[in-house]
């Protein structure tokens, strides 16, 4: 990737590093942050018995016992210097501020609650992972924040929610404060919109990275690393990625400054980067992108609708992320099932074990109605519900009174809640992108007022995306074959059921095509498929292999 910081640029910086002012305002407090982070992660603590409490101490509301972590008198003075002017809870505040600000400070109270609980050692395992030399970044980064998610599941089943809690996974923004105060010669801390800023600037052949988290993140990490080479070519000498770190941030917050001030209004998302983007992870054309990113701001509820292997899912999760700006608790993902109910959508009266160990019951929230609460939180954000396989549910009992309050939104339009009693409604700034697998026939009927209150998008098995994606992934060989033998089985199929049991493409989008071959792909995924569609058939199901492998 080539980087290239303007010389004016960076020598501004370099003067900024020697002033007082940056190491007061800006270097000092993230330093402070990596002393008790780095002595918190290292082998000797990592290795006490009491690590749980450890991590507690450190993540609570007060300043850490400092002596007990085993910090040195001098680094001890330095750290209470620096966190001085934020009160007693400074260090939480400091790292709060590096973990997202409003996003990042939930980490900071459930982690110590869980302690609490009982969870402590499954907390302190998942910070073993996390800085686990033997692992490669992106699987330590991913796993970590896995762990977490469980135990915070775990927090909640024993009762250990206050009544505001929602359930997510840590963000990505307190994963890169963990690690950029572990080492900072190695990891950064993370603001996407100022390293969005940083990749149009000073790497605008780039984008940025795309993946899990642990992917963007060590791809973030390399960046901001070159980000510090390229200013040190021009004397400004960077100590680690702190500074670096640092220079983006500031110079993000300049330009920002320089722009004319916006007008108070909700997040705003510029369409046309979405839609590139959109283009780019799904192999669309841009027109299409385009068309499907204006529906779903102009309609709070849209349908994907189509044959599995269409990619509809995969496009309602990156769509939503994009539009959400990529930020961790504003997209939840859920999976409707048969069994699936109102109590696990809206709200129900759920067990807990106390910790007596007796039984209790209480009035819980569903998914949606956290995310409501959420939404209702931070009016001016976007945030997003998927619900993957709509038609698997027994519909009108999942969505109860949302029949009315999906259609008529916001607070002029409350409706009452059975099991709480409690008024609500649902805010303007939520958006629910569902998918329904029109091949299941035996669930492919949904009811008609629920159909309504949804705009409809049809995904087709679509060769053009195929074939571009082989493209893009060294297969160009393949391409015209396997193309042409997708479509060939597509026709037949198309004249022998219908166009809801099509082959969708996403079926031939394996990496190992080229070893395995068409062959492993029947084999494993498509004629499975078929034998669904004909059942008891075959003569059907021989023909047709024949017409895919071309035998």
Same mark, same amino acid.
């Given at each position: 990737?080539?980087?290239?910081?303007?010389?004016?640029?960076?020598?501004?910086? !370099?003067?900024?590093?020697?002033?007082?002012?940056?190491?007061?305002?800006?270097?000092?407090?993230?330093?402070?942050?990596?002393?008790?982070?780095?002595?918190?992660? @290292? #082998?000797? =603590?990592?290795?006490?018995?009491?690590?749980?409490?450890?991590?507690?101490?450190?993540?609570?509301?007060?300043?850490?016992?400092?002596?007990?972590?085993?910090?040195?008198?001098?680094?001890?003075?330095?750290?209470?210097?620096?966190?001085?002017?934020?009160?007693?809870?400074?260090?939480?505040?400091?790292?709060?501020?590096?973990?997202?600000?409003?996003?990042?400070?939930?980490?900071?109270?459930?982690?110590?609650?869980?302690?609490?609980?009982?969870?402590?050692?499954?907390?302190?395992? +998942?910070?073993?992972?996390?800085?686990?030399?033997?692992?490669?970044? #992106?699987?330590?980064?991913?796993?970590?924040?896995?762990?977490?998610?469980?135990?915070?599941?775990?927090?909640?089943?024993?009762?250990?929610?206050?009544?505001?809690?929602?359930?997510?996974?840590?963000?990505?923004?307190?994963? +890169?404060?963990?690690?950029?105060?572990?080492?900072?010669?190695?990891?950064?801390?993370?603001?996407?919109?100022?390293?969005?800023?940083?990749?149009?600037?000073?790497?605008?052949?780039?984008?940025?990275?795309?993946?899990?988290?642990?992917?963007? $993140?060590?791809?973030?990490?390399?960046?901001?690393?070159?980000?510090?080479?390229?200013?040190?070519?021009?004397?400004?000498?960077?100590?680690?990625?702190?500074?670096?770190?640092?220079?983006?941030?500031? @110079?993000?917050?300049?330009?920002?400054?320089?722009?004319?001030?916006?007008?108070?209004?909700?997040?705003?998302?510029?369409?046309?980067?979405? +839609?590139?983007?959109?283009?780019?992870?799904?192999?669309?054309?841009?027109?299409?992108?385009? %068309?499907?990113?204006?529906?779903?701001?102009?309609?709070?509820?849209?349908?994907?609708?189509?044959?599995?292997?269409?990619?509809?899912?995969?496009?309602?999760?990156?769509?939503?992320?994009?539009? *959400?700006?990529?930020?961790?608790?504003?997209?939840?993902?859920?999976?409707?099932?048969? @069994?699936?109910?109102?109590?696990?959508?809206?709200?129900?009266?759920?067990?807990?074990?106390?910790?007596?160990?007796?039984?209790?019951?209480?009035?819980?929230?569903?998914?949606?109605?956290?995310?409501?609460?959420?939404?209702?939180?931070?009016?001016?954000?976007?945030?997003?519900?998927?619900?993957?396989?709509?038609?698997?549910? /027994?519909?009108?009992?999942?969505?109860?009174?949302?029949?009315?309050?999906?259609?008529?939104?916001?607070?002029?339009?409350?409706?009452?809640?059975?099991?709480?009693?409690?008024?609500? $409604?649902?805010?303007?700034?939520?958006?629910?992108?569902?998918?329904? =697998?029109?091949?299941?026939?035996?669930?492919?009927?949904?009811? !008609?007022?629920?159909?309504?209150?949804?705009?409809?998008? /049809?995904?087709?098995?679509?060769?053009?995306?195929?074939?571009?994606?082989?493209?893009?992934?060294?297969?160009?060989?393949?391409?015209?074959? *396997?193309?042409?033998?997708?479509? +060939?089985? =597509?026709?037949?199929?198309?004249?022998?059921?219908?166009?809801?049991?099509?082959?969708? %493409?996403?079926?031939?989008?394996?990496?190992?095509?080229?070893?395995?071959?068409?062959?492993?792909?029947?084999?494993?995924?498509? &004629?499975?498929?078929? =034998?669904?569609?004909?059942? /008891?058939?075959? &003569?059907?199901?021989?023909?047709?292999?024949?017409?895919?492998?071309?035998?």
């Amino acid at each position: 990737m080539d980087i290239v910081v303007p010389e004016e640029e960076a020598t501004g910086f !370099a003067a900024t590093l020697k002033t007082h002012e940056y190491k007061a305002t800006e270097r000092d407090y993230k330093v402070a942050v990596h002393v008790v982070l780095s002595t918190l992660l @290292s #082998p000797s =603590n990592l290795n006490q018995p009491d690590l749980p409490e450890r991590i507690a101490d450190v993540f609570s509301a007060t300043m850490p016992d400092l002596d007990a972590l085993g910090i040195e008198a001098a680094k001890q003075k330095f750290v209470k210097e620096a966190a001085k002017d934020l009160g007693p809870g400074a260090l939480k505040s400091a790292m709060a501020n590096l973990g997202g600000g409003k996003w990042g400070l939930a980490q900071f109270i459930w982690i110590p609650r869980a302690v609490e609980y009982g969870l402590g050692e499954e907390i302190a395992e +998942a910070f073993k992972v996390l800085v686990d030399p033997n692992e490669g970044l #992106p699987s330590r980064v991913d796993a970590f924040r896995d762990r977490l998610y469980e135990t915070s599941q775990a927090l909640e089943k024993k009762g250990g929610f206050l009544p505001n809690w929602t359930l997510s996974r840590v963000s990505l923004s307190f994963v +890169a404060t963990v690690l950029g105060g572990y080492d900072p010669t190695q990891y950064t801390f993370y603001s996407r919109q100022a390293l969005a800023f940083a990749y149009e600037r000073y790497a605008p052949e780039a984008t940025l990275p795309k993946g899990t988290a642990g992917e963007r $993140y060590a791809e973030l990490c390399e960046f901001v690393k070159s980000v510090a080479a390229e200013l040190t070519t021009h004397g400004a000498d960077a100590v680690d990625l702190i500074d670096s770190q640092s220079f983006i941030w500031i @110079s993000f917050l300049e330009a920002r400054e320089r722009a004319p001030a916006p007008q108070p209004q909700p997040q705003v998302v510029d369409p046309e980067r979405v +839609a590139k983007e959109l283009s780019a992870v799904t192999y669309w054309e841009l027109v299409r992108a385009r %068309h499907l990113v204006s529906l779903v701001q102009r309609w709070h509820q849209i349908l994907f609708q189509g044959p599995p292997g269409t990619g509809k899912t995969f496009v309602a999760e990156a769509l939503s992320r994009l539009l *959400a700006g990529d930020e961790e608790g504003r997209v939840e993902v859920v999976q409707f099932h048969p @069994s699936y109910a109102y109590e696990d959508f809206i709200e129900g009266i759920r067990p807990r074990v106390t910790e007596g160990s007796d039984l209790a019951y209480e009035v819980r929230k569903g998914i949606f109605m956290r995310l409501a609460d959420r939404a209702k939180e931070y009016p001016e954000d976007s945030f997003f519900l998927v619900v993957d396989e709509l038609n698997r549910a /027994n519909l009108p009992r999942v969505f109860g009174e949302l029949l009315y309050a999906l259609e008529y939104r916001g607070s002029q339009h409350p409706f009452r809640l059975p099991y709480s009693g409690a008024e609500s $409604y649902i805010p303007e700034n939520i958006t629910v992108i569902a998918t329904m =697998n029109t091949a299941d026939r035996s669930i492919a009927l949904v009811d !008609a007022a629920i159909r309504r209150r949804f705009r409809h998008v /049809n995904f087709d098995p679509d060769p053009a995306v195929l074939k571009s994606w082989l493209e893009a992934h060294g297969l160009g060989a393949l391409t015209q074959h *396997a193309v042409a033998r997708l479509e +060939a089985l =597509n026709k037949e199929l198309s004249e022998l059921l219908d166009r809801d049991r099509l082959i969708g %493409h996403t079926y031939l989008m394996r990496s190992d095509l080229g070893d395995v071959g068409l062959q492993a792909v029947w084999d494993e995924d498509i &004629e499975p498929v078929l =034998n669904e569609h004909l059942f /008891n058939q075959p &003569e059907e199901i021989a023909n047709l292999r024949e017409i895919f492998l071309e035998k």
